[in-house]
């Protein structure tokens, strides 16, 4: 089935109630956090994609968030209350799924096309100009690299411990610890890539010392 096809039949309501409208990957992320089952505010929103979206896709701004629940509730697949609250701040608006909302991020999962991953490596894109560099820029430039993936490597394993015992939370729990894998490639690759500049770096010094 082409991808064009795939995506009519995520537009389209069961039973012929018409059609559903063509919604972003953004909207798809904040109705697939509601999917969980609990009111949420646009705050525990955002929280809970910083825990678990910005490991393997983005976490949408709050502006984002509240763009998108509002384009939900227009579509029918979310619906929202004020909640008074006991601290004495003001009140928040709490979101939860509609029965369509359930009907439409299920029909997406299992049926929209899954787009490939767009690669954009800054490092990399640094590296890929070393020969305007000096060598020691390249190294603090994989070095930091390496520091973040490990910064990343390190949260991801701590927000699987965190998540231990929330039957809910299975399968983000799954893509935490491939999160905690992916990066700990990552910053294997930069020990490797350090490697490669010394081993080039020698080659040359070779090289130049055999000319005449």
Excluded: C, N
């Excluded at 096809?5 to 972003?24: F, H, M, N, W």
């Amino acid at each position: 089935m082409s991808a064009r096809r795939l995506r009519s039949v995520t537009e389209k309501k069961q039973g012929g109630e018409g059609e559903r409208p063509a919604l972003p990957a953004t909207s798809w992320a904040v109705l697939g956090l509601l999917s969980f089952g609990e009111e949420l505010s646009g705050y525990d929103l955002k929280k809970w994609s910083d825990r678990s979206l910005r490991f393997f896709y983005w976490s949408p701004s709050f502006s984002q968030i509240y763009s998108e629940l509002k384009r939900l509730e227009k579509a029918g697949f979310a619906t929202s209350r004020m909640v008074t609250q006991d601290t004495g701040t003001r009140d928040k608006r709490v979101y939860r799924i509609t029965d369509a909302g359930m009907d439409a991020v299920r029909t997406w999962a299992r049926e929209a096309p899954v787009d490939p991953p767009v690669l954009k490596h800054g490092p990399m894109l640094r590296l890929w100009l070393g020969h305007l560099l000096e060598p020691e820029q390249m190294r603090e430039v994989l070095a930091q690299h390496r520091e973040f993936a490990e910064k990343m490597r390190q949260r991801a394993l701590a927000d699987v411990e965190d998540a231990k015992g929330e039957p809910a939370w299975a399968y983000p729990t799954l893509t935490l610890k491939w999160a905690e894998r992916y990066y700990a490639s990552e910053r294997d690759l930069a020990d490797a890539m350090l490697s490669d500049i010394e081993e080039l770096e020698a080659s040359e010094r070779r090289g130049r010392g055999t000319r005449p």
